[in-house]
């Protein structure tokens, strides 16, 4: 298939493109989109058979339900059981925004969208041309990062290009997004709100509004066969870059030391050594292909960049990769989570 791509200027957005976009979905068809945390592949959510196709576009497991997409919250009303207490609050808090909630779901969600659990996870993006989708389309759209299954997030439309092209109806390009990392998957249909996947809404955001959340046990470390994930998606390896990637940690001068070490080795021997460093570090690094993932002062720049720094190693087609460790409380919390499952959780102390 021809995947058509259209660029939209965000703060201008172009009726015509939300109008073919909008008969794709009708028709049952894909389109990739931007959102505030990544490019998501969206179908009608409420169609099972335009949902089967995401799972086949993308080679994703059919256990791994999706996110449905909403503009307006009259329209959660259709997709849910009931809506608990503590989601209003969060709602009220963070939507539209990086925040996916999971309820239990109504009879109108198809077992197809949820990977056969009945419960439906559901997010009001913060970004003008999801919602313009959503709004002209009319339709609740699912959509999954629009990655290959596996492969890191895209946080670009070529990033969506790369991967998916050939095999979706189209690609809305509305340029990088603002984020970098997915939303925070809360969990609220127990009586303490339960984090599925940390985000950039972090703990202590959510526990402000209201007081105590729990975390998923599963998604602090590697996954062993007893303790599943409460969101399936986390139990797979995800993210990952092609070449292998161990992070260090220790002393920061320590870890640079160490990194320039085995670097030199490997240049020695014809290894090809990706280095993620940071804005702090970069300049220490002797050899190697060198790449800051953002500044340590400000874990926004971080998560930006996160997702493009580990394609940028698939493109230079580097035989290793090394990496550096970040603080793993607030907002670290999300990035350490997506860099240990990219690196299958190989860190090393030095
Ligand atoms: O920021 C985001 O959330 C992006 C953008 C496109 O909105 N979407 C995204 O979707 O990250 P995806 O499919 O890559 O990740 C969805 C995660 C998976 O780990 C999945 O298992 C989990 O959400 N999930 C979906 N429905 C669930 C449910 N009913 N119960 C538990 N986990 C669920
Ligand atoms: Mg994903």
């Known amino acids: 298939m021809d995947t058509v791509i259209r660029k939209i200027d965000v703060n201008n957005i172009d009726r015509e493109v939300m109008e073919e976009a909008s008969q794709v979905l009708h028709r049952g068809g894909m389109v990739a989109f931007p959102t505030e945390t990544v490019y998501g592949l969206g179908a009608d959510a409420l169609d099972e058979k335009a949902s089967a196709k995401i799972y086949a576009a993308k080679g994703r497991p059919s256990d791994n339900p999706l996110i449905v997409h909403i503009s307006d919250i009259e329209q959660l009303d259709k997709l849910v059981c009931e809506i608990p207490d503590n989601a209003k609050k969060l709602m009220d808090a963070f939507w539209p925004g990086p925040m996916t909630l999971i309820f239990k779901k109504s009879g109108l969600v198809p077992d197809g969208t949820t990977g056969g659990l009945d419960t439906v996870a559901v997010r009001m993006p913060n970004h003008k041309a999801a919602l313009e989708l959503i709004r002209t389309s009319g339709v609740a759209i699912a959509a999954p990062s629009a990655n290959t299954s596996g492969r890191p997030s895209p946080t670009t439309a070529a990033h969506v290009a ?21 939303s925070t998957i809360v969990d609220v249909t127990s009586e303490i709100p339960m984090v599925l996947r940390p985000g950039y809404i972090t703990m202590e955001m959510l526990e402000k509004v209201v007081g105590k959340v729990g975390i998923d046990k599963a998604i602090t470390g590697p996954v062993s066969p007893d303790v599943k994930p409460k969101a399936p998606g986390m139990k797979y390896k995800h993210y990952a870059p092609k070449a292998e990637l161990t992070m260090f940690k220790g002393e920061l001068k320590n870890v640079v030391e160490h990194i320039n070490n085995l670097t030199d080795k490997n240049v020695k021997s014809g290894i090809k050594t990706g280095i993620i460093a940071c804005e702090e570090t970069k300049d220490m690094y002797k050899a190697g292909e060198v790449l800051s993932i953002g500044s340590r002062n400000n874990e926004d720049t971080i998560a930006h960049n996160l997702y493009g720094v580990l394609r940028k190693f698939d493109d230079m087609n580097v035989d290793v990769i090394y990496g550096e460790t970040f603080e793993d409380n607030r907002l670290g919390q999300a990035i350490m989570n997506r860099l240990l499952k990219a690196a299958g959780y190989h860190v090393e102390k030095v």
């Open 162 to 182: 790369d991967d998916l092209s050939g095999k979706i109806d189209m690609i809305i390009d509305g340029g990088a997004v603002g984020i970098g990392i997915e």
